[in-house]
């Protein structure tokens, strides 16, 4: 009896194990899941004719996302380990209770672990400054709102064994502090969201529906002063299609839809780009009913947004290219409106890879000179040609949390100017500065220095000549 069990057991392991590959002769490679790329099958042989060495390698990596009946055993490890145990088996996914499902990158968050240090978030709150001067320099009101993470709102089917919190500060709790004292337009969506007794984001998807978007959209524009349409007067279908990012990732066979509020606005404007969806990179919409413009940075919370948005504004312009291209954009859209929408979860960004605008110049500073350089260079922005951007980082201890870094620099004219740069957070530290300076000052050179003022005094940290790439110039 013994060894008919083994046999059996056994005969059931090669069946297990044949069948991925045999079945790829009934049904063929298996599309890619979710947000992977195409597996491509691999060569014996390399472009120059000679042996791949790592052709083994790399047919073993083709067959692992392309077996047969992969979406069938994911899903059915998922809905095992989901339904038992209340976890995972993918890592980019959090399965709770009841069925919701949570995105992995907002658990730091949600922990309060490895968050932001306070120069770091002061740091995203001096970019957002400048931003905000320059749009308003610039004739265009700004605002700047974060989405919540999903588990910051309802975090009562997260599961049980993430309870213990590191700490209770979170990194958004610091950074609304900081946009305060810094004077930034900032809309505040948690206590929106908190304040209302219906669930705004949807169960299995890492956004808010569309009802919660609406939501959004009002508070973004009264905060703005904006007179908007509020769509109090539309009545949304209730309809039960949404299939949830979340789902299709772990549950790539099976993923079913979820209701979702349908206010049918398609309608109020076209799309002045070639568009095939609202996930696309850029899009320009215009509405001959609307007016103003707007210019609005947005992530993927900004897709159910840009319906009401381009329902309101006569032109609207929508991107998610990073970083924000804003001085190219200012000058050839000229909005009215500039709107800066990001993820709870990645409110960082902004601490390191502020926009690309021209930095603004500044009075003279009389500073002490140190014997110690600071590290500058100089390149062409690849963002925006039409700039130079100056780099460079001063003594971090030295620096402090409230350490104000300024940049003087030399062109071709021979006469120093002073400039207020972006702060940056980069891995080596977060006492960095990057600023953009128009490239027509420059021949080929310059002459930058790094000045740092403390709460006693503003040291000059000399530079040498840097060399920018004249070809690249031209």
């Known amino acids: 009896m013994r060894k008919k069990l083994l046999t059996l057991f ?8 044949v069948v991925p590959f045999a079945g ?12 992977e790329d195409k597996a491509q099958l691999p060569s014996v042989v390399n472009g120059d004719k000679s042996f791949n060495s790592l052709y083994i390698q790399q047919l073993g990596n083709y067959f692992e996302k392309t077996f047969a009946f992969r979406p069938q055993m994911i899903n059915a490890d998922a809905n095992i380990q989901a339904g038992v145990f209340q976890t995972s088996n993918l890592p980019s996914v959090i399965a709770g209770s009841d069925g919701w499902l949570y995105y992995s990158s907002t658990l730091n968050d949600f922990l309060g672990k490895n968050t932001m240090s306070q120069r770091a978030v002061n740091n995203a709150a001096h970019n957002l400054l400048l931003t905000q001067r320059y749009c308003e320099a610039n004739g265009a009101r700004f605002i700047f709102t974060v989405a919540p993470n999903k588990n910051s709102l309802y975090p009562e089917h997260m599961p049980y064994y993430y309870g213990a919190k590191a700490s209770k500060q979170k990194n958004i709790d610091s950074l609304k502090s900081a ?23 949807l169960k299995q998807d890492s956004h808010w529906n569309n009802k919660g978007a609406l939501a959004a959209y009002n508070k973004i524009l009264d905060d ?6 509020d769509f109090s007067d539309v009545s949304p279908v209730r309809e039960k299609t949404h299939v949830g990012d979340l789902a299709k990732m772990l549950y790539p066979a099976s993923a079913g839809p979820e209701y979702n509020y349908n206010y049918g606005l398609e309608k109020n404007y076209r799309y002045l780009t070639d568009t095939k969806s609202v996930e696309d990179a850029e899009i320009k919409t215009e509405n001959s009913q609307g007016k103003g413009s707007l210019y609005m940075y947005r992530d993927s919370f900004g897709n159910a947004l840009l319906p009401f948005f381009a ?31 990001i993820a709870e979860r990645n409110i960082d960004w902004f601490a390191g890879n502020p926009p690309v605008i021209p930095a603004g110049e500044c009075a003279e500073i009389k500073a002490e000179k140190t014997d110690e350089k600071a590290e500058i260079s100089a390149q062409i922005s690849e963002v925006n040609m039409q700039y130079v951007k100056f780099t460079g980082k001063v003594p971090g201890e030295l620096c402090g949390d409230n350490g104000e870094i300024f940049l003087k620099v030399t062109g071709k004219s021979g006469a120093a100017k002073f400039y207020k740069p972006f702060y940056i957070t980069a891995d080596d530290g977060d006492s960095g500065f990057a600023a953009y300076i128009p490239s027509e000052l420059f021949d080929g050179k310059a002459k930058a220095s790094a000045l740092l003022e403390t709460s006693d005094k503003v040291i000059e940290f000399p530079g040498a000549e840097v060399a920018i790439n004249q070809t690249e110039m031209e």
């Open 10 to 17: 056994t005969a059931a392991g090669m069946i297990v194990c």
């Open 24 to 35: 790829l002769a009934v049904t063929g490679s298996t599309d890619p899941i979710g947000n």
């Open 179 to 201: 946009l305060e004292l810094e004077g930034v337009n900032y809309c505040d969506l948690f206590g929106l969201f908190e304040n209302d007794d219906e669930t705004l984001y």
């Open 224 to 229: 703005a002063s904006v007179s908007h349409r």
């Open 311 to 341: 329902s309101e504004y006569g032109k609207a312009e929508f991107t998610k290219a990073f970083p924000v291209n804003l001085g190219l954009e200012i000058g050839l859209q000229q909005p009215d409106t500039v709107i800066f929408e």
